[in-house]
C-alpha cells in the first residue's frame, strides 16, 4: 500500500515537470523582442544611477544615494526581476541569429550575480528589520548589485544595436 502510494507520487511529479516544461518550451517558442520587452518593470529608477545609463558601465551616486534612487527594496525586486528577462533576452538573441559567445557568458554570469546580490541585500534588509533607512552592508550590497545591474543593461543595449536595432527604442523605454 505504502509503496504503490509512493509510486503514484513519484508518477505524479514527474508528469507535473514534463507539463512545466512543455509550457515553458511553448512560451519560449512564442517569445517576441516585444513581449519580452514588455515585461520589463520600470519600478527600479535605475536611470538616475548613472548619467550615461544604457550606454556605459559605473554608476554616478553613491551607496546611499544609490538606496534612495531605487526606492529601497521595490526597486531592489524591480532589478531581480529585469535581470531575469534580460536573460531571457540574450537566450532568445542566441537562438534567433548569431550572438557572440563570450557576450552571452557575460550576460548570463551577470544575471546570476545580480540575483544573488539582490537576494543577500533583500535577507540582510529583512533581517534588519529597517524601515525608513538601511545599514551599511545593505547600501553597499545595493550598491554592488546596482553597479552590476548597470553593466549588464550596458551589455543588453550593445546586443540589441547588434542583433535587434528595432527593439532597441522600446527597450530604452522601458529600462
Not at 23 to 35: D, N, V
Not at 121 to 137: K, P, T
Request: net charge positive.
Amino acid at each position: 500500500m505504502l509503496l504503490s502510494s509512493f509510486q503514484i507520487a513519484v508518477v505524479l511529479l514527474v508528469a507535473l515537470y514534463l507539463g512545466r516544461l512543455r509550457i515553458g518550451m511553448r512560451r519560449r517558442s512564442g517569445q517576441t523582442w516585444e513581449s519580452l520587452i514588455g515585461r520589463l518593470h520600470g519600478d527600479c529608477n535605475a536611470r538616475e544611477l548613472s548619467a550615461h545609463f544604457l550606454w556605459r558601465e559605473g554608476l554616478s551616486a553613491s551607496p546611499e544615494e544609490t538606496w534612495t534612487r531605487i526606492k529601497g527594496p521595490r526597486g531592489l525586486w524591480a532589478m531581480y526581476k529585469n535581470a531575469g528577462v534580460m536573460m531571457e533576452m540574450a537566450e532568445f538573441a542566441a537562438r534567433n541569429s548569431a550572438i557572440d559567445p563570450a557576450l552571452l557568458e557575460m550576460l548570463r554570469s551577470d544575471a546570476a550575480q545580480i540575483r544573488l546580490c539582490i537576494l543577500k541585500s533583500l535577507g540582510q534588509y529583512a533581517l534588519n528589520h529597517a524601515v525608513d533607512c538601511a545599514h551599511e552592508s545593505v547600501r553597499m550590497s545595493t550598491f554592488r548589485a546596482a553597479s552590476m545591474y548597470t553593466g549588464m543593461a550596458a551589455r543588453m543595449t550593445q546586443l540589441l544595436q547588434e542583433n535587434a536595432a528595432m527593439a532597441l527604442p522600446k527597450f530604452v523605454a522601458a529600462m
